[in-house]
């Protein structure tokens, strides 16, 4: 049963860069899936960031589009997110979940991570 | 496309049949999937192509609905049961999730 770990700082200052990783274990990231983030803001709704595929291909939400890059390491069965320019905004609870592919698109979402807290804070 | 979900919050009790309804903005077919979020956790995927059961989560879940409008109905309420529910899109990226219903304790 694949598992996803998400790690990374708990803290970024304003204007950095948010960067978190998810590693996934018991099964490779090298399959049909897709691979996405999802935040949730303290007490909000959640909000899908972007997804990416083992061969790179990447989409994203075009509310965050500027500011987001997914990228995926497969020797290391993970991927990652990092987010620039950040504001308070930002600060949520973020997930990495594994999307299942179907005729229209990979966003069934059948196995998440536990979640990160990141709060943007100087 | 817009998913909004009704109610924002219900309150229900032990037993009760519940129906909670999402629309979407645009036509998503059957497209759609429901999970359970409960504080500080992960959502869980409870149905998806708008009527799959997802394995292991109990027959008292049920959804149906195409298109614009769907439903997600909880048979006999359980104690368990009592969380956030969330619709979501995957007709096509970007995917988009209703704002969710807290189903509460009467």
């Known amino acids: 049963q694949v598992q996803l770990q998400e790690s990374g700082p708990g803290l970024v200052k304003p204007s950095g860069t948010l960067s978190l990783t998810c590693a996934v274990s018991?099964?490779?990231?090298?399959?049909?899936?897709?691979w996405s983030w999802v935040r949730q803001p303290p007490g909000k709704g959640l909000e899908w960031i972007g997804e990416?595929?083992?061969?790179?291909?990447?989409n994203y939400n075009p509310s965050l589009k500027s500011r987001v890059t997914i990228s995926v390491d497969i020797s290391k069965n993970q991927f990652s997110l990092n987010l620039s320019s950040v504001t308070a905004a930002d600060t949520a609870l973020y997930f990495c979940?594994?999307?299942?592919?179907?005729?229209?698109?990979?966003?069934?979402?059948?196995?998440w991570g536990q979640g990160t807290l990141v709060t943007v804070s100087s | 496309i817009q998913m909004t979900q009704s109610p924002s919050a219900l309150s229900a009790s032990v037993g009760d049949r519940v129906t909670i309804t999402c629309r979407a903005s645009?036509?998503?077919?059957?497209?759609l999937a429901w999970y359970q979020q409960k504080p500080g956790k992960a959502p869980k995927v409870l149905i998806y192509?708008?009527?799959t059961l997802e394995s292991g989560v109990p027959s008292r879940f049920s959804g149906s609905g195409s298109e614009t409008e769907f439903t997600l109905t909880i048979s006999s309420l359980q104690p368990e049961d009592f969380a956030t529910y969330y619709c979501?899109?995957?007709?096509?990226?970007?995917?988009?999730f209703g704002q969710g219903t807290k189903l509460e304790i009467k």
């Open positions: 979940a594994r999307g299942v592919p179907t005729l229209a698109a990979a966003g069934n979402f059948d196995s």
């Open positions: 018991g099964g490779s990231i090298s399959t049909t899936n897709w």
């Open positions: 990416i595929y083992h061969s790179g291909n990447t």
């Open positions: 645009l036509s998503v077919s059957k497209w």
């Open positions: 192509d708008a009527s």
């Open positions: 979501q899109q995957y007709n096509t990226y970007t995917y988009s």
